[in-house]
């Protein structure tokens, strides 16, 4: 097993990692709409999707991983209604490569943010 970390995403906010690999795959702690430096962005929800995406792509490549090479995401979001417009960034980042998916409406996410996602993805 080996433990990930990546600078371009936000560190862990309790006693977690970013990630980790088993066998060539990885597996993304949930990562919600932080910056880097730890500030959370507050817009639209949208705004938190691109952001969350961000996080993803950071943490994906510290551990040789992409986009590409998701296996399956889940998603956490606080509203079904907002389900089109998550769903139409989500499209923006996955287009001809699709994961399996699961999205989950949630009573409270940490720091109450509109939506936090998950990944398995192969290791180069």
């Known amino acids: 097993?080996?433990?990930?970390?990546?600078?371009?995403?936000?560190?862990?906010?309790?006693?977690y990692s970013q990630g980790v690999i088993v066998n060539n795959?990885?597996?993304?702690?949930?990562?919600?709409?932080?910056?880097?430096?730890?500030?959370?962005?507050?817009g639209?929800?949208?705004?938190q999707v691109h952001q969350v995406f961000s996080n993803i792509k950071?943490?994906?490549?510290?551990?040789?991983?992409?986009?590409e090479t998701v296996i399956k995401t889940t998603l956490f979001i606080k509203d079904m209604n907002d389900f089109p417009a998550?769903?139409?960034?989500?499209?923006?980042?996955?287009?001809?490569?699709?994961?399996?998916?699961s999205c989950v409406e949630v009573a409270r996410?940490?720091?109450d943010v509109k939506v936090e996602m998950e990944v398995i993805a192969l290791v180069k």
């Open 1 to 15: 097993m080996k433990i990930t970390h990546s600078e371009q995403a936000p560190a862990a906010i309790g006693p």
């Open 25 to 42: 795959i990885f597996y993304s702690s949930g990562q919600i709409p932080l910056t880097p430096a730890g500030g959370l962005v507050n």
């Open 44 to 47: 639209t929800v949208e705004e």
């Open 58 to 67: 950071a943490v994906l490549e510290s551990a040789g991983a992409s986009l």
């Open 86 to 101: 998550i769903n139409a960034v989500y499209g923006e980042y996955f287009s001809e490569h699709l994961p399996a998916r």
């Open 109 to 111: 996410l940490p720091k």
